[in-house]
């Protein structure tokens, strides 16, 4: 899917250290409705309904990438020919889907009507119709909105529109107690690992957003500490400081640094001491960097550019330089949220080449000319890399695979060092 905009080539800085190259362009990027597929398997009561067209419901198909052989947890209410003419009464049909769906599907605990480019083109007012439909399934099932468009979101910021979307309904924080609400969606595997350790160092309670059941909402108020696990809900991270929270800075639970620096900031607010913090992650940080050892002899060295996608180009640049030994040449970013990745830049190299937004023929341009040996980027543009030489790595695994935390270090650097020992190995 590509979206045209007006080149702009302004340099802007996150701080007086590292420029930014601030492209505007011709992008390339798969649209927000790719989250519903790792937020249906997380949320499990949740069913998602894109009201959209049969390219909506292919491009969740394919990537969702499975034969679904149990009852789906999403699906796509088409919108034809008659409803895109205005000849339809589209609110009209969209009770009906919803009333035949609620009637085949009790285990349904929150709907969220989810828009698209069609919903959007045609003006159809989602919003209104969860609030009417809420109105009608009150005390049975919670609807909600978000728009998933490609017009307004790209890749990730689905998540982010889905988890804003249900800050409102979050209970409130009574007065006087603290928790931690980690917010970004991890793997349940992921999440249980980070439980415990959260446990062992002392810190409770802990609530994760999303929640694995919409019947178990988090609590969210002034005692709020929010700790992200993903980069790319800065919006969500907004709302729920409005109601009151505070959103601890940190860098993003990536590799073994990154993780250790992100607990550590939970315990800091907590007012655990630093002995207790080392002594609780000592033995996963031995693991985890047995495991990286072996990767780094096949990653040291070599260089890698990011090409603008999934938002966690700059936490990942930061862990394959400093622990796996890469060399950063480009890492681009859609957008760079210089409050979110504070702490993020402060750790990259003064050598690198930092891009926002996309400028896809300037930008190929460069990656021609540089030659990497790695390129991370998206679906669209892999094979056709591949085909000119490049070696390519898709974003969109990295979202996917469980990849945070200590006990997946060596599990992240072995996604980038599989393609290059592919390479290696056609170019025997
Ligand atoms: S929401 Fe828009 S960009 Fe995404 S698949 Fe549907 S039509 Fe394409």
Not at 177 to 202: I, K, M, N
Not at 340 to 355: I, N, T
Request: glycine share 8%; aromatic share 6%.
């Amino acid at each position: 899917m590509t979206v045209d905009a007006n080149p702009v080539d302004a340099p802007s800085g996150p701080g007086p250290r590292l420029p930014v190259m601030r492209e505007r362009g011709q992008r390339q990027v798969f649209c927000g409705l790719a989250g519903i597929v790792w937020l249906h398997r997380k949320i499990q009561d949740a069913f998602f309904l894109v009201v959209g067209s049969r390219t909506c419901a292919h491009l969740l198909q394919s990537a969702a990438g499975v034969m679904i052989f149990a009852e789906p947890r999403f699906a796509t209410a088409i919108l034809h020919e008659r409803d895109l003419a205005g000849l339809a009464d589209c609110n009209q049909e969209l009770d009906r889907i919803v009333a035949e769906l609620l009637g085949r599907r009790p285990d349904i605990g929150t709907l969220f009507l989810v828009g698209s480019c069609p919903s959007e083109v045609i003006k159809l007012d989602l919003a209104k119709a969860a609030e009417r439909l809420s109105a009608a399934y009150h005390g049975r099932v919670r609807i909600l909105d978000y728009s998933a468009s490609g017009l307004e979101t790209t890749f990730t910021q689905g998540e982010d529109a889905c988890l804003r979307a249900l800050v409102p309904e979050l209970p409130s924080l009574p007065d006087g107690a603290r928790s931690l609400l980690v917010v970004g969606t991890l793997p349940d595997v992921v999440e249980d690992q980070f439980a415990r350790l959260f446990a062992e160092l002392g810190i409770s309670p802990v609530h994760f957003l999303p929640p694995r059941h919409t019947s178990a909402f988090p609590p969210l108020g002034s005692g709020t500490l929010v700790l992200l696990a993903q980069p790319f809900v800065g919006d969500t991270a907004r709302a729920c400081q409005a109601r009151g929270a505070r959103i601890l800075q940190a860098p993003y639970p990536f590799g073994v640094e990154g993780t250790l620096a992100w607990l550590r900031a939970a315990a800091q607010a907590w007012g655990i001491d630093e002995e207790v913090v080392t002594a609780v992650t000592a033995p996963a940080i031995t693991r985890a960097e047995r495991g990286l050892a072996h990767h780094r002899s096949e990653l040291a060295g070599k260089r890698i550019s990011f090409l603008p996608d999934s938002q966690l180009e700059i936490p990942l640049a930061r862990f394959l330089q400093r622990e796996c030994g890469m060399t950063l040449v480009e890492v681009g970013t859609p957008f760079l949220d210089r409050q979110l990745m504070a702490q993020e830049l402060d750790l990259l190299p003064d050598s690198v080449r930092l891009s926002e937004g996309q400028d896809l023929e300037r930008q190929l341009d460069r990656l021609r000319a540089d030659q990497p040996d790695l390129t991370v980027c998206g679906l669209g543009l892999a094979n056709p890399l591949e085909a000119e030489g490049l070696r390519t790595k898709w974003s969109i695994e990295l979202v996917f695979s469980p990849v945070h935390g200590f006990d997946q270090a060596a599990d992240l650097a072995e996604l980038f060092a599989r393609p290059l020992r592919r390479g290696a190995l056609l170019r025997v």
